[in-house]
């Protein structure tokens, strides 16, 4: 997506690619021995395959709008140094947020107490979080971008109003909106919690218990996701749901509907994916 936008100078359409790009990232992909995870051959398909550029058009656009810029400086490049310059970016990210999270951890702990570098130092250290974050995602922008808002959040709370705060808030909570759908829920809960607790601070002793009885009862709704099937993915949205009632159904009163054209996969890890490759499994 920020490749297109920085050669291109505009957002590609649904099903829209560069086949010149998508032969050079082929390449890259065997250069790199991305084939030996997975069950494909980029000799044996006409066709270049719907992953090897995930379909983006849909996401915010924000995150990729700004790494098409870095992308502009580097064009006619091989797709390793841009590759590189992307991941500097959301090093430049990551770097940013460890510094959110020291101020942060000052507001929760004070200015030298030891859990306050404990704690960056953990996220600074924490391999899973330390991959995310250095990757080429829109994850790490909306990563930061919830920490400063958590960060103006906090200060709001502990400080009273202000106006540097207020905008700060109100920014990254935008920013956020724009860059990746995961934080709208946390933000918009967030904003309602914050303005709550700002007018009612000095007169009701009871509403931060109100409240959290309230998250308590209202948590699973949020949390879990009912009627569809468990775990898997789509290749695609489906208007019909996956776990689908049939009276013939062999086990129970559920069958799992794969749509037409569709199909569904489960991640499942290489040192286990390996062995099975052409054997007959059954699907649970």
Same mark, same amino acid.
């Not at 130092?121 to 990757?135: H, I, K, S, W, Y």
């Not at 109100?170 to 956020?176: D, N, P, Q």
């Not at 904003?191 to 308590?216: E, G, N, Y």
């Not at 949020?222 to 009627?227: A, D, I, K």
């Given at each position: 997506?920020?490749?297109?936008?920085?050669?291109?100078?505009?957002?590609?359409?649904?099903?829209?690619?560069?086949?010149?790009?998508?032969?050079?990232?082929?390449?890259?992909?065997?250069?790199?021995?991305?084939?030996?995870?997975?069950?494909?051959?980029?000799?044996?398909?006409?066709?270049?395959?719907?992953?090897?550029? #995930?379909?983006?058009?849909?996401?915010?656009?924000?995150?990729?709008?700004?790494?098409?810029?870095?992308?502009?400086?580097? &064009?006619?490049?091989?797709?390793?140094?841009?590759?590189?310059?992307? /991941?500097?970016?959301?090093?430049?990210?990551?770097?940013?947020?460890?510094?959110?999270?020291?101020?942060?951890?000052?507001?929760?702990?004070?200015?030298?107490?030891?859990?306050?570098?404990?704690?960056?130092?953990?996220?600074?250290?924490?391999?899973?979080?330390?991959?995310?974050?250095?990757?080429?995602?829109?994850?790490?922008?909306?990563?930061?971008?919830?920490?400063?808002?958590?960060? #103006?959040?906090?200060? !709001?709370?502990?400080?009273?109003f202000s106006w540097q705060n207020f905008l700060l808030l109100v920014t990254?909570?935008?920013?956020?909106?724009? +860059? &990746?759908?995961?934080? @709208?829920?946390?933000?918009?809960?967030?904003?309602?919690?914050?303005?709550?607790?700002?007018?009612? /601070?000095?007169?009701?002793?009871?509403?931060? @218990?109100?409240?959290?009885?309230?998250?308590?009862?209202?948590?699973? !709704?949020?949390?879990?996701?009912?009627?569809?099937?468990?775990?898997?993915? /789509?290749?695609?949205?489906?208007? +019909?749901? +996956?776990?689908?009632?049939?009276?013939?159904?062999?086990?129970?009163?559920?069958?799992?509907?794969?749509?037409?054209?569709?199909?569904? @996969?489960?991640?499942?890890?290489?040192?286990?994916? &390996?062995?099975?490759?052409? &054997? +007959?499994?059954t699907l649970g």
């Amino acid at each position: 997506m920020a490749w297109f936008i920085a050669n291109h100078d505009r957002r590609p359409e649904w099903g829209e690619y560069d086949d010149a790009m998508q032969v050079e990232l082929i390449e890259s992909f065997a250069d790199h021995h991305l084939f030996d995870y997975i069950n494909y051959s980029p000799d044996s398909d006409e066709e270049i395959p719907g992953w090897v550029l #995930a379909p983006q058009v849909l996401d915010p656009q924000l995150y990729y709008a700004l790494a098409s810029l870095p992308l502009r400086l580097f &064009k006619n490049t091989s797709l390793d140094l841009q590759n590189r310059a992307l /991941r500097l970016l959301s090093l430049g990210f990551f770097l940013i947020f460890l510094w959110i999270s020291w101020e942060l951890g000052g507001e929760f702990f004070g200015a030298e107490h030891p859990l306050r570098t404990i704690t960056t130092a953990f996220l600074a250290l924490l391999p899973g979080f330390v991959n995310e974050m250095t990757a080429i995602s829109n994850e790490p922008p909306v990563t930061l971008l919830f920490a400063i808002f958590l960060l #103006a959040g906090v200060r !709001l709370l502990r400080h009273g109003f202000s106006w540097q705060n207020f905008l700060l808030l109100v920014t990254s909570a935008i920013a956020g909106y724009y +860059t &990746k759908n995961t934080v @709208w829920i946390s933000v918009g809960v967030l904003t309602v919690l914050i303005f709550l607790f700002l007018s009612f /601070r000095r007169r009701l002793s009871w509403l931060p @218990w109100a409240l959290i009885l309230s998250m308590v009862v209202l948590l699973p !709704l949020l949390v879990f996701q009912w009627g569809d099937a468990r775990y898997w993915s /789509r290749n695609e949205p489906a208007e +019909t749901q +996956t776990r689908q009632f049939n009276e013939n159904a062999p086990f129970g009163d559920y069958v799992l509907l794969v749509p037409y054209h569709g199909a569904l @996969w489960q991640r499942i890890p290489v040192e286990l994916l &390996k062995p099975l490759r052409a &054997k +007959t499994l059954t699907l649970g």
